[in-house]
């Protein structure tokens, strides 16, 4: 079954400053999926990569896909406390998302 | 749009007792799943429906836990004689175009 690492587990970063987490498949990813979620709270599909080099913004997010190393990157740029959270990636299995255990993000004001 | 809703959004039930969640989805999603999150984990699939067949149930941990759909709307999932290790959230997702999923809030349950 195809395994999911995130890195790194959490992130405290102080408001402005930009941060950058990983999701590093076990398998090839045939597609790589970001979402994020707040405590007590469903997740919140952030965007969805399917090609290798592909990358994909919004707003102050910035996803990419790298098929050879099997990782995607998600980037923030000057965080705000909004950004705060656990972000999700999840991989194409079939019939269901196979999910990493999450990157909790604290951003401090 | 109305999202995915699920529902109660917190159960507190006694070991032993019977428990039902249920999730409704995005109007037209063909597709539901339904995930178990444990406290610190990732998301644990469980089952999967395509209308109101669930092709997929593999993720089921226990005879314990069985799920339904009608009318390819909402979804109940049933724990009976629930354990403290089910403690969980649990989410349901449903799907026009897979594999890209929308997700509900979720239904915190808590064993005593």
């Known amino acids: 079954s195809q395994e999911l690492e995130q890195s790194p587990q959490s992130l405290i970063v102080q408001e402005g400053k930009n941060l950058t987490i990983n999701c590093t498949s076990s398998?090839?990813?045939?597609?790589l999926y970001w979402y994020k979620q707040k405590y007590g709270e469903g997740l919140i599909f952030l965007m969805m990569?399917?090609?290798?080099?592909e990358e994909k913004s919004h707003e102050k997010i910035t996803a990419k896909l790298d098929e050879k190393k099997q990782q995607s990157s998600l980037h923030i740029t000057a965080s705000q406390p909004s950004h705060a959270g656990i972000y999700l990636c999840g991989a194409d299995g079939g019939n269901r998302l196979a999910f990493g255990k999450g990157n909790q993000v604290v951003v401090i004001p | 749009g109305a999202g995915v809703s699920q529902s109660p959004s917190n159960k507190v039930t006694e070991k032993g007792k019977d428990v039902e969640l249920r999730c409704d989805p995005i109007?037209?999603?063909?597709?539901l799943y339904w995930y178990r999150q444990r406290l610190g984990q990732g998301l644990e699939f469980l089952i999967y429906f395509q209308g109101n067949s669930a092709p997929d149930k593999s993720g089921l941990p226990s005879d314990r836990f069985s799920a339904e759909r009608t009318g390819e709307s909402v979804s109940t999932l049933t724990i009976q004689r629930t354990q403290q290790e089910d403690s969980a959230v649990y989410l349901c997702a449903s799907s026009l175009v897979m594999p890209t999923q929308y997700f509900g809030p979720g239904t915190r349950l808590t064993v005593l």
């Open positions: 990569l399917q090609k290798g080099g």
């Open positions: 398998k090839t990813l045939y597609g």
């Open positions: 109007s037209g999603h063909t597709a």
